[in-house]
C-alpha cells in the first residue's frame, strides 16, 4: 500500500451529553502529495497512554467520502468502537494521552499511521465524567487565587481527583487565574514517602508558581500537585507578572524556563510539561533585570508599540543574555525594549546593554533566530551584541540570524557636557557571525534622543552605530551580512567594517555622518564589500567629533569594495549642522586613511551627486582619493607587479635607469581592464613570463621583439585573460594581455 499523508486540520473538544467526543477534520493525500478528491476512505483512530507508542486505551474506526477539496470530518468517540473499551472508559486523569490517525485510501482496514500528537487540553465534562467513581468532589471547586489553591485541603490527596477553578492570580479577573487538576506523585511512578526528594527525577514537575502549584495538603509530605489546564500561549500573568513598575525578573525566566522544557523530546520531558514554546506578554509596562534566553523559546508581547520592558540601573551587563552551548530557535517579537537612559537626569548610570549573546571563546553560539518587531532604546551600553569565535574554538558562531523591523536608537555612544562618555554601539558583529540579514531595520546614534527638538542637542555623537568586525590576529570574522531597506543614521561614522568579508548595504538610506562608511582590513584584508543602490544625505560632513576637512563619505584601507549606483546629495551648508561649527567640510566620496596606504581594489560607478546648497557645484561631491593604486617601483628588485584588485595603477621609478616588469599578479577577473602609467621614470614590459604584448618590434625605442617602454607620463591599458600557458617552461594560470598604449611624446 502506498503511503498517505494526512494534514490534520483540527481536532476539538465538545461539551454535549454523553456520549461526548472529539471534533476532527483533515485532508486526505496520496503518496505524490495529490488531494484524494470525492474518495472513500478509512480511517483509524487511537487514543494511547503516556507515549506515541503507548498502550492503547481506546481505538475505533470510521469510513468516509471525501469533498471536492479532499477534507473529511468525524466526531472522536462517535465511531465503530474497537476491542473492548468504550470511548466514555477513558481515564483522562492519568497520564498523558495521545491522539494517532492512520488511514486506508481503498476504504478497507489496511491502514498507515500517518501522524500523533499529545492531546493538550482535557475537556473537563470528559474528565469529570471518568473520575466520578473515584472522586467524590465531581463539580469543579472555585477559589478566588493562586495562594487559597496552594492552601486548599476540601478534598482527599490519596484518592480524589480534584479540579479547581481559579478566578485570579493575586486577585479575580487579574488575567493569572484558570483551571488546576490535581495529580499526585504516585500517579507520576514516584514514591509518594519522599515526594520532596526527587531532585533527579526528570517525571517530577518542580513548583514554579506558575503552570505547576505547591498543594499544601498533606503538610510536609505532599501528595501531589496542581498543574494548570491551557492551551496556546503561555501568558506571562500565569505567574503573576503584572504591570505597575515591579521587577518581574524571576517570573519571566520560569517562564522561558517551562517553554524550554517543553519542547524537550518526550521521552526526557518532565511530567505535566506542555508543548506550547511561546511566553506572552500583555500590553504594559514591565520591568526585569536580566534573564537567560534558551533554545526554542518564543517571547511575544502583544505589540511593539504596547509592551514594554524597561531594564533595571543595575550592573548586570545586559538585559537579555543566552544560555550556555548552542541556542536555536529563539524567536523575539512585538516589543519596545527601554534602558538605564531611559529616565537619566545626571548622576551614576550603569553600563547596560539590551541583547548580549557573547560566545567568543567557547562552544555555543546564536542560531536560526529571529528578531521582528522591536524597539531598542536608551541603552547606555551594546545595545545588540554578538561575538563568537577566538581561542582556537571554531565549534563557536553565530549564524542564520534574521532581524526584521528592529529599531535601535544608542545612547551608547552619547558624549554629554557632564562629563559622561563611552564607545558602545547599537549594534555589533564581532568574529563568526554568518548569514545576518537585516530588512527594514534602523540603526542610529540617537545624538537628538534629548534635545526636545533644538537643534542643539544635548547629547553629542562621538562614535558609530552599526560596528562588524573580526577577532584581532585570528581567522574569525563576519561573513555574508545583508542589511536590505535599512535605515542608518547620527553618528561620527555610520558603518564601520574591519576585517571582514561579503558585508552588503543595499538599498539602505545614510543620514547624517562625518564619515558614513568606514572600511578597514588592519589585521585581514576585508574583501567583498559592496554598497548598492543606496541614499546619502549629508552623510560627509562634520557631525561628530573629528578634524576639520575629514568629511568623506567612504574611507577604506587595505580592501576591496564595490560602490555602485547609489545617490548622494548634501544640503546643509557648513554654517547648517547641529553644532553651528563655522569650518567648512571637503567632501570626499571614497578616501584612504592614512593617505597614502594600500588600495587592495576599489570599484566604483553609476553613481549621482547632487549638492543644493546655494552657490556650490554637486560635481565637486564626487571628488576621490584612493581609486589609483601607487606603485614605488624606484627600490623593488623584483619584475613582478602586484596590482591587487586595483584598476588604476601609477607606477613610479626615480632610480635613473629602466626597471623590467615581466610578470602581472591581480585579484582582478578574468576580462577586466586595468590602467597603468609611469608616473616618474621608465618601466619596460616584455614577454618573457605572462605578459602578452602582441607585436611591438622596434616601438617606443624598443631592441628586442616583444617589449614595450613607458616612459614617464606614457600610459597602457591591459586585460586580464583565463588562459593557461607555458612561457620559458613556467606554467601561468592567466595571461595579461596589451589592449592598447599610448606614448608621451
Not at 95 to 104: Q, R, S, T, V, W
Not at 341 to 353: P, R, S
Not at 642 to 657: L, M, P, R, V
Request: some cysteine; glycine content about 10%.
Amino acid at each position: 500500500m502506498k503511503n498517505i499523508l494526512l494534514f490534520i486540520l483540527c481536532s476539538c473538544f465538545t461539551f454535549a451529553q454523553v456520549p461526548q467526543g472529539m471534533s476532527h477534520r483533515g485532508i486526505a493525500y496520496n503518496s505524490s502529495g495529490v488531494v484524494l478528491t470525492n474518495t472513500d476512505i478509512g480511517v483509524r483512530v487511537r487514543i494511547l497512554d503516556n507515549g506515541a507508542s503507548g498502550t492503547i486505551v481506546y481505538e475505533e474506526t470510521h469510513n468516509r467520502t471525501t469533498n471536492n477539496n479532499g477534507q473529511y470530518n468525524f466526531n472522536i468517540g462517535e465511531g465503530i468502537v474497537q476491542g473492548s473499551n468504550n470511548f466514555s472508559d477513558i481515564n483522562w486523569s492519568i497520564g498523558n494521552k495521545f491522539l494517532e490517525i492512520a488511514i486506508d485510501p481503498t476504504n478497507g482496514t489496511n491502514y498507515s499511521v500517518i501522524g500523533s500528537s499529545q492531546l493538550m487540553s482535557v475537556p473537563y465534562a470528559l474528565f469529570s465524567s471518568t473520575t466520578e467513581n473515584t472522586n467524590p468532589n465531581k463539580s469543579i471547586t472555585t477559589i478566588k487565587t493562586i495562594e487559597e489553591l496552594k492552601n486548599f485541603i476540601d478534598f482527599n490527596p490519596e484518592q480524589d481527583f480534584p479540579v479547581v477553578y481559579v478566578q485570579g492570580y493575586s486577585s479575580p479577573s487579574d488575567g493569572g487565574g484558570g483551571m488546576f487538576i490535581f495529580k499526585r506523585y504516585s500517579e507520576m511512578g514516584l514514591d509518594p514517602s519522599n515526594a520532596p526528594l526527587y531532585t533527579n527525577d526528570p517525571r517530577k514537575p518542580i513548583n514554579d508558581d506558575g503552570i505547576f502549584i505547591h498543594s499544601y495538603h498533606g503538610s510536609f509530605s505532599p501528595k501531589g500537585i496542581w498543574i494548570r489546564q491551557f492551551s496556546g500561549d503561555i501568558d506571562l500573568r500565569f505567574y503573576g507578572a503584572f504591570t505597575g513598575g515591579v521587577d518581574i525578573t524571576e517570573k519571566l525566566q520560569k517562564a522561558i524556563d517551562y517553554a524550554h522544557k517543553s519542547t524537550q523530546d518526550i521521552s526526557t520531558r518532565p511530567y505535566g510539561y506542555g508543548n506550547s514554546n511561546t511566553v506572552y506578554i500583555a500590553n504594559g509596562s514591565y520591568q526585569i533585570s536580566q534573564v537567560v534566553l534558551k533554545s526554542n523559546v518564543n517571547l511575544k508581547g502583544s505589540s511593539m508599540l504596547e509592551t514594554t520592558i524597561v531594564t533595571t540601573n543595575d550592573n548586570s551587563g545586559a538585559m537579555f543574555i543566552k544560555d550556555n552551548g548552542y541556542v536555536r530557535n529563539i524567536n523575539i517579537s512585538d516589543l519596545t525594549l527601554y534602558g538605564t537612559a531611559l529616565n537619566y537626569t545626571g548622576g551614576n548610570i550603569n553600563i547596560k546593554g539590551c541583547f548580549n549573546f557573547d560566545s567568543e571563546g567557547q562552544l555555543g553560539g546564536i542560531w536560526d533566530s529571529t528578531f521582528k518587531n522591536l524597539t531598542i532604546q536608551f541603552f547606555y551600553g551594546q545595545s545588540i551584541y554578538f561575538s563568537a569565535g577566538g581561542a582556537g574554538n571554531f565549534q563557536s558562531v553565530n549564524q542564520f540570524i534574521t532581524m526584521e523591523n528592529v529599531g535601535v536608537e544608542s545612547v551608547g555612544q552619547m558624549k554629554t557636557y557632564t562629563g559622561i562618555d563611552n564607545v558602545y554601539h547599537a549594534l555589533v558583529l564581532r568574529g563568526s557571525c554568518n548569514q545576518f540579514l537585516f530588512n527594514n531595520c534602523k540603526f542610529d546614534g540617537g545624538s537628538y534622543l534629548f534635545g526636545n527638538g533644538s537643534l542643539t542637542p544635548l547629547y553629542r555623537v562621538n562614535g558609530i552605530p552599526v560596528y562588524i568586525g573580526g577577532i584581532e590576529g585570528t581567522l574569525y570574522n563576519p561573513a555574508v551580512v545583508k542589511f536590505n531597506l535599512c535605515t542608518i543614521q547620527n553618528g561620527q561614522e555610520g558603518v564601520f567594517i574591519q576585517s571582514s568579508n561579503n558585508i552588503n548595504l543595499d538599498t539602505c538610506w545614510f543620514e547624517f555622518f562625518e564619515r558614513a562608511i568606514v572600511v578597514k582590513g588592519d589585521y585581514r584584508i576585508s574583501k567583498a564589500i559592496n554598497i548598492t543602490n543606496s541614499s546619502f544625505l549629508n552623510s560627509s560632513g562634520r557631525y561628530g567629533e573629528l578634524p576639520p576637512n575629514s568629511g568623506s563619505l567612504v574611507i577604506v584601507n587595505k580592501s576591496k569594495i564595490s560602490f555602485t549606483n547609489n545617490y548622494i546629495v548634501n544640503s546643509r551648508g557648513p554654517n547648517d549642522d547641529y553644532f553651528n561649527d563655522p569650518a567648512n567640510e571637503t567632501h570626499k566620496l571614497i578616501s584612504l586613511d592614512p593617505y597614502p596606504s594600500d588600495n587592495f581594489g576599489i570599484n566604483t560607478s553609476g553613481n549621482y551627486f547632487e549638492d543644493t546648497r546655494t552657490g556650490f557645484d554637486s560635481k565637486t561631491l564626487g571628488a576621490t582619493i584612493g581609486i589609483k593604486k601607487d606603485i614605488d617601483f624606484t627600490n623593488i628588485s623584483s619584475d613582478v607587479i602586484d596590482i591587487e584588485g586595483a584598476k588604476a595603477i601609477y607606477i613610479k621609478n626615480t632610480s635613473g635607469t629602466i626597471k623590467d616588469v615581466k610578470e602581472f599578479k591581480s585579484t582582478i577577473s578574468a576580462g577586466e581592464i586595468f590602467f597603468i602609467r609611469s608616473d616618474q621614470g621608465s618601466i619596460k614590459f616584455d614577454e618573457t613570463k605572462n605578459i602578452y604584448l602582441g607585436n611591438m618590434n622596434g616601438v617606443a625605442g624598443g631592441v628586442n621583439t616583444g617589449s614595450l617602454t613607458l616612459t614617464d607620463g606614457s600610459v597602457a591599458l591591459f586585460i586580464k585573460i583565463d588562459e593557461v600557458a607555458t612561457i620559458n617552461g613556467v606554467t601561468y594560470n592567466e595571461t595579461y594581455n596589451l589592449v592598447s598604449y599610448k606614448l608621451k611624446n
